[in-house]
């Protein structure tokens, strides 16, 4: 059975387990495939997990699923020209149809190319070894007042009492919190609040924080939870914007080679304005996106999905209405790969889809030649980019 034709097999036998409608000979023929290998046993359980199911559903519907559906509908033999069958049957095969192609979309692209790949040891063990691009991890770089470097990884937990002990005997005034391209991080400063970094990000802030104020500087991407102090409003000052905090939770994008600042509140409030020019202030809502415009200080604000902005520190990256361009830009970040395009017209091409954060790089491009018809070929650490 070639590759498709068992994806989408299993793909629909997995969706008429779910609902219920799966006949004893189909069981048969999907337990046979479970006993395979372990991979299909492993993305077998993964659907079966409920809570898994509520998340992915949730993003599938970000997902466009027409192209797999449509193919999925012509290997089927399904022709929608046809009146005569009834509509409630008709309208449960759609739907069946559909749940289907969205399976083949969210998991496919990650176990089935597995089996299709399934080699020897040895075999698996060369293919692993040229692959050089690889999922981020967690590291960070923390610069003291004085010059001084510490390199921090997963084992370190990054707080007030850890930064007290590291840096014990030092003079320090502020310190400078550094992730490099492939990197993420944690860190708990003195008040109790939380930043997490996301990859070629950085976050200034005071060990200790005194006066009638705390006030940090990030560029980059961090999510931040911020203790509630109401005699101590927090700042958060990045890229010719000032965002005043009153105990709440929202993500801060704001790269240096982006000329728009993408400020989401997810809870609380919380108040924007420019660092330079007018004080009039852009209060936000929960669910609300602002967007900053570098060049000229005006900025708008959107209605958005907070999962999707902040999908990146669940495990996953969620995309909506972004062109290929801001996606390579965003996974360039944290696989920490070059790229470019063979032909800048693909570049604006609109994606929606989610890709698994933590996956191999072998992963992503699978999931792009499955649902966008996008060919990614790995030159080293350089990655050329072209249509189907």
Request: proline residues 2%; aromatic residues 10%; contains cysteine.
């Amino acid at each position: 059975m070639a590759q498709m034709e068992e994806q989408n097999l299993i793909s629909w036998l997995i969706c008429k387990q779910m609902i219920g409608t799966i006949t004893e000979e189909e069981q048969q023929v999907l337990d046979e495939w479970r006993k395979q290998n372990k991979y299909n046993e492993a993305a077998y359980q993964r659907l079966m997990d409920t809570d898994r199911q509520t998340l992915e559903y949730r993003r599938s519907k970000l997902t466009n699923y027409q192209r797999p559906l449509e193919d999925m509908k012509r290997r089927l033999g399904i022709d929608e020209s046809i009146t005569e069958e009834p509509r409630a049957h008709s309208a449960m095969i759609y739907k069946l149809i559909s749940a289907a192609a969205v399976i083949l979309l969210i998991f496919g692209a990650t176990y089935f190319y597995r089996h299709a790949d399934m080699q020897s040891e040895k075999e698996q063990t060369t293919v692993v070894a040229k692959t050089t691009i690889t999922p981020g991890t967690t590291q960070a770089v923390l610069t003291l007042d004085n010059g001084k470097q510490i390199e921090l990884g997963a084992d370190n937990q990054l707080n007030s009492k850890a930064i007290a002990e590291m840096t014990k005997g030092e003079e320090i005034a502020f310190n400078n919190l550094t992730t490099p391209r492939g990197g993420e991080f944690k860190v708990t400063l003195e008040d109790g609040t939380e930043v997490w970094l996301n990859a070629d990000s950085k976050l200034r802030y005071p060990e200790t924080f005194s006066g009638n104020e705390r006030r940090v500087e990030v560029s980059g991407e961090a999510y931040f939870k911020v203790a509630k102090d109401a005699e101590k409003p927090f700042y958060v000052v990045s890229g010719g914007q000032e965002v005043r905090v009153y105990g709440t939770e929202f993500n801060v994008q704001a790269y240096a080679d982006e000329a728009t600042i993408f400020t989401t509140l997810v809870e609380g409030s919380i108040s924007l304005r420019p660092i330079n020019g007018n004080k009039s202030e852009l209060m936000l809502t929960p669910g609300n996106q602002a967007q900053f415009n570098k060049d000229n200080a005006a900025a708008k604000v959107v209605k958005v999905d907070t999962e999707v902005v902040t999908s990146w520190r669940s495990g996953v990256f969620v995309f909506e209405d972004q062109n290929l361009r801001q996606i390579m830009r965003t996974l360039s970040r944290w696989y920490d790969f070059e790229y470019e395009f063979a032909d800048e017209k693909i570049a604006s091409t609109i994606f929606m889809g989610s890709i698994p954060r933590y996956g191999s790089f072998a992963e992503v491009v699978e999931i792009f030649k499955k649902m966008g018809g996008i060919q990614l070929h790995q030159r080293g650490r350089r990655v050329v980019i072209s249509s189907k």
